[in-house]
């Protein structure tokens, strides 16, 4: 079964170039959501294996939101969308809980090898 | 291997048991499929479950008959709702040793077969299944 | 694989401008009135065009992005550093990168703007005293070759770029509660709150007034009665949600509150947390605590950051977390700042544990970590372990409490209506798409852009209507507690009822259809399961039943069990009761399995009713539980052990699709025509219409429609008509037409079931629903039908 995501970032744009690499990689994408209130809610709703969080995002940060996701649900695997120059954020998020991280610009096959690897399946 | 016999008119037919979800008695009236192709008797409601229902003599270019079907034969054909409109159900029987038709006119037929000294015609499901979808594309 | 950026380029250019634009608003608002929450949305402007711009491969516009980030974020740091200059430059930047967008909008070479990066650069030094950490944007690039400017700049030294990034951490966080959540508006219309508004109105037919189409099963083996609707993806329903009702249920709800009922034993049970219906997770990485096996022992470990690596100090620190979940970390080289900074030599990291998870736990918990490659994990001669272990403490402890969400209530007809419109806008943005394809090839992309970013929006509305459409269970399930009180002393029974998980949400439309059905099932439970207390006595269990409602949530499922600890059902019985009526031959319920047998106790009228006085024997009313759980697309399962209770067990799909149809008739058949398509109906002599041609015309407003003939269209025999009948106008494709048909039968709120094979292959109809009566109808897609 597919595995299913749920991909949070504040640009339609991001989203959809996101979903299209999940797409060609075999997952399903469940959900999305445009800020961290929203991620956690949808978090909630979907319980997704896997979420992309963003990190600045408009009425709440993708850290605040990694630590309610994983306040809510400890196993829940949270890789951060980070571009370079947020190292000390993503470290942050790291401290929050989140399982992994991707840096932008992405590549399809890299985005889909970290994933693969945080969910065990390499 | 156990097939449900079922006749349309006099002649028998028979499908593997495995590709028979139930037999049930057809609604006084179906609802008619828009535009489908004329061996499409219609749809009906099987518990919440919408069937498309199509006449099995229809389906085989069988000759018109007189005597009105009294049975549908659901077939467990996954998530496809499909039912064959026949004129009864005879039972379940054991049917071996089935030889391919000879002249083989459709895919929907898997073969013949001898059942208690008198013929029966063995259908496949698949067959069956693709000649529907036919109907469908071959009309447009 | 290369990604084929040139899909992206039309929403990139939407979304950049967007971004741009209200940068420009943002920065004279903020000559106005600086404060922080209009520094920190265009710090996200800046950094959303930069991400995007950079993924595109468009450099300039990437570094330019960045640079204004790098003086937004220093204006951030500190607001009196905001002057009429900064706005300014600031201004120019933004316009700039607005004409860089539309440069690669039309296809042209973006400017380089060097001059003005030069001015943000000495901004951002002289502000802040910082020299200018290298910008770093593309160091991949899918459209062209990165270029090498880009490149050698990605390599170069983190550090720099995390410290001066660091400050940025809190600040947006920060905001969140002050900004509240405009996003939340229309959540949860809370019906349990105000019943009076969750009323649905005009809406005929109740679950009960079914008619069953005469589908009766046959004498066949067990293979051939086996339940149907095992794939029950489709959904259906059997009539409207009973407002009403549910508005009653509310207020009795209201009148008894759960625990009065409960022993206290119990009551703790009752607010125990619920159990979590926890997803099956593929693999989750190991995080929490290490199992406790296993003796203390240290291990040598040596590992190495994959060269590929972007950002080697970020790595690190993410093995470094893992490893400190599992234990102590009594030696590390290089130490954790030079880590974090990305100064590892080789990308090879030295390293002790003190651990019980053994080497086998060490390779657990990096086997999830990527672009990490462990080189050797060996016993360390160690020096005795310390006695305890201590984990790193949760971050998520100190998780800082929810922002409080604004709720509005919204009336249920109008998220109706929403979903509706939703469902419509869906079908008319696969319209635009179809029209695309005719479309002169260069004429093609620029639609297929915008039918892109249409289905986005759509779907994104979509998703957000049917969120707010969840309700609760407890909407339904707070009136049990006073209706087991009523049963179980009329029937003079000791009853404790616990409900768990009733938060969880379902679509609103389940919700209303499930309201009997669980009543049903909880006095089934109760009148017919649990024993009297003395038979209870005499079986040495407690006097008090027990009757447990669990609400579970299993990925795209809401799964509720209802269970009583009583006597159980007796397969035997079922079989033979099941026989005697002629529903089962005794060679078929031979070989039944005990599971099968239970389920024929929603055959109607097989009642194991021999102990039961009550005249609503276990039997009836079953299988109008079944049907209604299998209507909206759900399954029923029975478990029962004799002596030990009976379980029922309801799988359900979390929404269903709702649309409003008119109904019409031609002939003998009914159709649904989805309302929002429909302009209004009229009467009038179709044969005193004047003509063009072949065809009739109906005067409308100041226009006149052309008429087409339902029967004709579908390919359904009328017989013809003389003078008076209605005509339904309705939007197509290409204008309004009028559809002439036999009688208009009103409006209905149905779910909608998609075609399932061969039905799909026919063109015109957009779906199937089963009306109050049982009766299949199809809706029709008009335009393609007129098309076809």
Redesign the interface.
Known sequence: MA??VLVVD????????IK??FA?GGFEV???A?????A??KYK?L?P?LTTMDI??????G??AT??I??AD??A?VIMC???????????A????A???I???????DVL??VK?????T | MRH?IFRVEKERYGLP??A??????????F??????PSAITG????????V?VVELRQLLNLPDSPTPPA??V?LDR?????GLLVTD?DG?EAVERVSTAPGKLTPAIRGVARLGGLGVTVLDPEGLDAA??A???HS? | ?T?DMSR?LG??IS??TE?LESLGRDLVQLEREGTATVVD?M??HA??V???A??M?FESIAILA?RVEDLVDAVRQDRARLDRDVVDLLLTAADTMLAQVRAVAENQQPDEASALLTQLGNRVTAMTGKGL?TT???????LKPAGTEAGAA?TAQ?GG??????Q??GA??S??ST???A??GVKSADAGASPGSARSPGVVGLAGATVD??????P??P????P??T?S??A?T?GAPSGAAAAVAAAMGLVAPASTDLGDGLKAAASAPVPEA??V?????P??EPEVRGAMQRWAVRLRIAPTC??P??RA??VH?RLTNLGTLVDLRPALEEL?A?RIPDGYIQLELETTAGDTGIHASL?????VEVVSVKPAVAAPAPAVAAPAA????R??P??T?RTVRVRTELLDYFLDTVGELMLATARLREVGKVLPENARPALEEGV??LH??VK?LH?KVM?AR?TPLSLITDRLPRAARDIARRKEREVDLVITGAEI?LDRAILDELADPLMHLLRNCIDHGLESPEERIAAKKGPRGRVLVAVK?A??RVIIEIEDDGRGMDPGKLKSAAVARGLLSVETAARMTDREAFLLSCLPGVSTAKDITDISGRGVGMDAV??VV??VGGTLEIDSEKGRGTRFTLRLPLTVAVVHLLLVEVG????GLPIAKVVGATEADGEALSRSRETALLPHGNSLLPVHSLDT????PAPPRQGARPFVVMDADSGRVALAVDRLLGQEEVVL?PL????D?????SG?T?LGS?????I?DVPR?LS?
């Open positions: 595995k299913r504040d640009a339609i744009f991001m989203r959809n170039m299209d690499i060609s469940v959900g999305e445009a800020n961290g209130l929203e956690v809610e709703e319980k294996d600045v995002m408009p009425f709440k940060s850290i605040e630590r309610e994983i306040k400890s196993s695997v980070s571009a370079l120059g947020q190292e000390s954020l993503v470290m942050e790291i401290e929050a809980g399982s992994d991280f840096v932008k610009p992405f590549r399809a096959e090898a970290v690897k945080v969910l065990g399946e | 449900v048991l495995s028979v979800r139930e037999v049930v008695v057809p609604p006084a009236r609802t008619r499929v828009p535009r489908a749809v009906m409601n099987l518990r919440g479950r919408v498309t049975r549908v659901l996954g998530r496809r709702d499909l159900v379940i529907v979808v109907l469908f594309t447009k | 694989m990604m992206y929403l990139f979304e950049a971004h949305s710090f996200r950094h959303s930069k991400g995007m950079s993924s491969g960045h950490a770093r944007v593309a160091k991949v690039t899918a990605g983190a770029g995390a410290a001066s990034s660091s940025v951490a947006p966080a905001t969140a900004t509240g959540s996003a939340e189409m005469g589908a009766q099963g046959l066949l083996p293979d051939l009665l086996a149907p609707g794939s993806d489709t259906s059997s926890g997803p997770r593929g693999a989750s990485p995080r929490a972007q950002v100090g970020v620190f993410l977390k974090k990305g086997r999830n970590v990527a672009e949760s971050e998520a402890a998780a800082s929810d922002a969400a892109y970013r986005t929006l994104d998703d969120t969840m949400e949530r990925r795209d079944k049907r299998e209507n003998e058949e009914v159709f269209l579908v390919g359904v079931k399932s094979r061969p039905l292959l026919l063109p015109g109809l199937v089963i049982g009766r299949p109808v199809f029709l039908l076809a």
